[in-house]
């Protein structure tokens, strides 16, 4: 079983619409969270990064962490055809401080 | 300010021999990790450089090995090439470690 478990999709959405990106996760000591979005042949892109339990939100995007269910969430408002992308999610603990865990990805594609 | 640079961005290799990609990671960053993402196995950790010491080291083969340099420019080779090694090696760069993480696009490698 994997550490961190992503559905990869597809998912395919109207443009508008709100998005749920969704990981799950079996190590407790994960402490830092972040999602990030690959397009295709560049590099991941950092979206939020948030610490411990809670919710954060930046324009569009907004970031829940439930350490208790092991499970965090993105959100983003208001889906762009620019929105299209891979989107992974990431978490590390305290003492491996260069190692980060990834989800497989989630691919979106948001219909105009 | 400029981002994370990895060259050369495409690699083509034949079995057994060796490669050596290179990353120059944000002005100021002294922590640089590399990852390798294929479509099956996703994004893996390979290792993580901070103040030209390993920090933190990924479960591959003692054929990966990396380094990095005063100036925290880091490299990474690989000897002794297998078909399985064909894959995005991606370069990230953080402050700390302890924050987020900014990658490169990539050296796509592949191995014939």
């Known amino acids: 079983q994997k550490e961190v478990e992503q559905d990869p999709g597809p998912l395919s959405v109207p443009e508008g619409a709100i998005v749920s990106l969704n990981c799950t996760y079996s190590?407790?000591?994960?402490?830092?969270f972040m999602w990030y979005r690959q397009y295709s042949r560049k590099g991941p892109e950092l979206l939020m990064y948030?610490?411990?339990?809670g919710n954060k939100e930046d324009g569009r995007f907004t970031a829940q962490v439930d350490k208790s269910s092991k499970y965090i969430s993105l959100f983003i408002r208001d889906s762009q055809p620019s929105d299209s992308a891979t989107y992974l999610c990431?978490?590390?603990?305290?003492?491996?401080?260069?190692?980060?865990?990834f989800g497989q990805g989630t691919t979106l594609q948001v219909k105009p | 300010k400029a981002g994370v640079t990895q060259t050369p961005r495409y690699l083509i290799k034949t079995r057994g021999q060796q490669v050596t990609l290179s990353c120059s990671p944000i002005?100021?960053?002294?922590?640089v990790s590399w990852y390798q993402q294929t479509p099956g196995q996703g994004l893996q950790f390979l290792f993580e450089?901070?103040?030209?010491?390993?920090?933190n080291k990924g479960n591959f083969p003692g054929r990966f090995s990396g380094r990095q340099f005063s100036n925290s420019r880091s490299e990474m080779n690989v000897s002794t090439l297998e078909l399985g090694d064909s894959a995005l090696y991606l370069c990230?760069?953080?402050?700390?470690?302890?924050?987020?993480?900014?990658f490169g696009s990539g050296t796509r490698l592949t191995v014939v």
């Open positions: 948030t610490y411990s339990s």
């Open positions: 190590n407790s000591a994960f402490q830092y």
């Open positions: 990431a978490m590390k603990n305290s003492s491996n401080t260069g190692k980060l865990i």
């Open positions: 002005s100021g960053h002294r922590s």
């Open positions: 990230a760069s953080s402050s700390t470690g302890v924050d987020g993480y900014t």
């Open positions: 450089y901070f103040s030209e010491t390993q920090r």
